[in-house]
T-cell receptor, first 113, second 113 residues
Framework: EPEVTQTPSHQVTQMGQEVILRCVPI?????FYWYRQILGQKVEFLVS????????KSEIFDDQFSVERPDGSNFTLKIRSTKLEDSAMYFC???????????FGSGTRLTVV | DQQVKQNSPSLSVQEGRISILNCDYT??????FLWYKKYPAEGPTFLIS?????DKNEDGRFTVFLNKSAKHLSLHIVPSQPGDSAVYFC????????????FGSGTQLTVLP
C-alpha cells in the first residue's frame, strides 16, 4: 500500500535554529498538507499546497514557516527560527483530487530546546 | 475554536461488544466527515468517511452515522477487538476550501479482552 514518508522521525534543535522537515507524498496525489499536534492538544492544520503553490494556510503558519516542493517528489516544511512552542509532532499528508480522505505520514517529532 | 468536539476523552468496552464513539460539530458549512485512528508515535490512519448527502456509511465492522439536524456523527465498531484500542479522531472538511481537516480532540478507546 502506498505510503507518505516523513524524515527525520525525531529532530532536536536549539531555539532560533532553522529546521527543515521532509516528506515524500504518494506519487499520484495532487494535494499536500502539513499538520501539527502539540502534546496533549488537537491535530491542527498548518498549510495546504496544490499546483505548486499554497492554497490555504492557518493563522499558525506565519512568516517563520515556508513550504516547498523542490522536485517532483519531495515536499518540505521549513521553520526559519524555531521557538520553544514549535515543539510538536508534524504530520505531512496527501490526497488525490477526487478523494477527500487523506493519507498521513508517521510524523516528525520536533523538540526545540 | 471548538468547531469539532469529541466530549468523551476515553471509552472502555469489552471485546466482542459494540463501541460507539461520538462527535459533534458546530460549523454548518462542513459537508464531509471522516474518522481516523491513531496509535502512539504514528500518523492518523483513515478509517471511514461520510458525505453530508448520506446518513450512514458502512465498511466491514465500522459504520458511521450522520445526523445533520443535530450536527452529530457517531462511529460504531462491531464487534470490538483488542486491536481496535487506539485514539479515534473525528474530522470535518467543507467545500470551497482546500479540504483541510478540522479535528476533534480524540477519544481513547480501550477494548478489554
Amino acid at each position: 500500500e502506498p505510503e507518505v514518508t516523513q524524515t527525520p522521525s525525531h529532530q532536536v534543535t536549539q531555539m532560533g535554529q532553522e529546521v527543515i522537515l521532509r516528506c515524500v507524498p504518494i506519487s499520484n496525489h495532487l494535494y499536500f498538507y502539513w499538520y501539527r499536534q502539540i502534546l496533549g492538544q488537537k491535530v491542527e492544520f498548518l498549510v495546504s499546497f496544490y499546483n505548486n503553490e499554497i492554497s490555504e494556510k492557518s493563522e499558525i503558519f506565519d512568516d517563520q514557516f515556508s513550504v516547498e516542493r523542490p522536485d517532483g517528489s519531495n515536499f518540505t516544511l521549513k521553520i526559519r527560527s524555531t521557538k520553544l512552542e514549535d515543539s510538536a509532532m508534524y504530520f505531512c499528508a496527501s490526497r488525490r483530487e477526487d478523494n477527500y480522505g487523506y493519507t498521513f505520514g508517521s510524523g516528525t517529532r520536533l523538540t526545540v530546546v | 475554536d471548538q468547531q469539532v468536539k469529541q466530549n468523551s476523552p476515553s471509552l472502555s468496552v469489552q471485546e466482542g461488544r459494540i463501541s460507539i464513539l461520538n462527535c459533534d460539530y458546530t460549523n454548518s458549512m462542513f459537508d464531509y466527515f471522516l474518522w481516523y485512528k491513531k496509535y502512539p508515535a504514528e500518523g492518523p490512519t483513515f478509517l471511514i468517511s461520510i458525505s453530508s448527502i448520506k446518513d450512514k456509511n458502512e465498511d466491514g465492522r465500522f459504520t458511521v452515522f450522520l445526523n445533520k439536524s443535530a450536527k452529530h456523527l457517531s462511529l460504531h465498531i462491531v464487534p470490538s477487538q483488542p486491536g481496535d484500542s487506539a485514539v479515534y479522531f473525528c474530522a470535518a472538511s467543507r467545500s470551497g476550501s482546500a479540504r483541510q481537516l478540522t479535528f476533534g480532540s480524540g477519544t481513547q478507546l480501550t477494548v478489554l479482552p
